[in-house]
Every structure is written in structure tokens, then in C-alpha cells.
């Protein structure tokens, strides 16, 4: 383990001598994160192990599996996106999106459409393009909008429906099928407000749906090891 720089800044720093302030190494100094992230660099050396790792990766038994990291829920009803893909989403100034863009804590009455929630995961998440795998026969690379790590894309989205009309649900995002899967029924209010301290902070109650972004963290570490927790992260 590299402890080395973690001693040097508990050693450097006296408590003392920084109280009365909120700033400075010893916010840090003995934190698991910053442990991860001394271990997790590259030096001379281990940038030829990680490199001769990524190589292994690349052959075909394992390309033919990491080019489709798809989760699924057998059994589930399914909802499909194919009657919007032909409709023309909102143009807008990118700019000015980005210089109106404000986090908020209590949100207009308003029931999100199917519709609206195919623009939000797609252009999100979806896949945009397909292009044959290199030096395979068959299969392809699905690439998204984002980028994403060896194009391995550890995350899965899901959607919880506060109130739909009675008719709320958990969804499971599927983009190798451009639709959803139906996760569970019912309004989501009760076990979101106890799984998420949001309120009194946040009003969900006022929200139209909670959106979740999940990782499976074994497509990426398998092929970059522990950088790829930060890949992940990155993502």
C-alpha cells in the first residue's frame, strides 16, 4: 500500500496549528478515498502491467461478451420507444440551456409522458451508432452519446414514477431494445422517501419521477483493474 504520502501529510500538519480553519491536508489526509487514488495511479512500472492487462483483453472471447453490456429482467413486460424515434425532439440553443441550467429543490405539478422520458434516456444513454467489432467476423460496438471507458459502459439506469395517474412505476432502462422494462407497479413515493433523505430538502412529492444511475463495476475492472473504479466514476 502506498502510505508513504499520507504519512508525510499527517506528519507535516499539526492540528494545532490549523485549528480554526476548515481548510487543508488533514481533511484528507487519513481518508480511504485518497488512499484508493495513491494506489490506483500509474507509474513506469505498473503502466506496463496495466498495459499488458488491456492487451489480454483484446481478443475475441472477450470482446464478443463486452461488446453487449446489457442488463435485463426476464419475464418483465417490457415498454418500447420505437413510436418516438421519427419525432422531432425540441431544438434548442445549447448555450442558453447551459447558462439557464439551476438546481432545484421543488418542482412544477407535472406528469412526465413516455415521450418524454424516451428523449431523456436516449440522449443520455441510448446507443447513437453501431460499427462492426475489428478483426471480428461478427458483432459489433453499440456507442453511446457519452464516453464511456474501452466502450464497456458499466451503468444502468433506472426510473421510479412518483404519480402517473395511478398508474406509477419502476422502470429499468433497456437501450439494446430502445424501450423499458416494468420493474414493479405502484407509486414509488414510500420506499424512495425511505431509502433517499431528500425531504424536507427536496420536495418528491412534487417531482414527476427519481431517475437512479447504477454500475456494474466487473465490466470495467475486468479489463482495467482498479483505475477502472474510476472510470466509473468518471462516467
Not at 68 to 90: A, H, M, R, S, V
Amino acid at each position: 500500500m502506498k502510505t508513504d504520502f499520507l504519512k508525510k501529510i499527517r506528519n507535516k500538519y499539526n492540528p494545532i496549528e490549523i485549528m480554526g480553519t476548515v481548510y487543508g491536508a488533514h481533511n484528507y489526509a487519513d481518508s480511504p478515498a485518497m488512499l484508493y487514488h495513491e494506489n490506483s495511479k500509474l507509474t513506469p512500472y505498473s503502466s506496463r502491467i496495466f498495459g499488458n492487462r488491456i492487451l489480454r483483453f483484446n481478443n475475441e472471447f472477450f470482446h464478443s461478451r463486452a461488446s453487449q453490456p446489457y442488463k435485463n429482467y426476464p419475464g418483465t413486460e417490457k415498454i418500447y420507444f420505437e413510436d418516438f424515434t421519427k419525432n422531432n425532439f425540441p431544438h434548442s440553443n445549447i448555450f442558453e440551456l447551459i447558462s439557464k441550467r439551476r438546481s432545484i429543490r421543488k418542482f412544477e405539478k407535472h406528469t412526465i409522458s413516455l415521450e418524454e422520458l424516451y428523449f431523456l434516456l436516449h440522449y443520455s444513454y441510448g446507443i447513437s451508432i453501431k460499427l462492426p467489432i475489428k478483426g471480428m467476423k461478427n458483432g459489433c460496438w453499440s456507442y453511446r452519446s457519452v464516453p464511456s471507458g474501452g466502450a464497456l459502459y458499466p451503468l444502468e439506469i433506472y426510473v421510479a414514477e412518483i404519480d402517473r395517474n395511478n398508474s406509477s412505476c419502476l422502470y429499468h432502462y433497456r437501450p439494446d431494445i430502445n424501450g423499458m422494462e416494468i420493474i414493479s407497479k405502484g407509486n414509488q413515493y414510500n420506499e424512495l422517501k425511505d431509502i433517499i433523505s431528500a425531504e424536507p430538502n427536496i420536495d418528491l412529492t412534487s417531482s414527476s419521477c427519481v431517475i437512479f444511475i447504477t454500475c456494474v463495476f466487473e465490466r470495467v475492472l475486468i479489463k482495467y483493474g482498479e483505475r477502472g473504479y474510476r472510470f466509473a466514476l468518471m462516467e
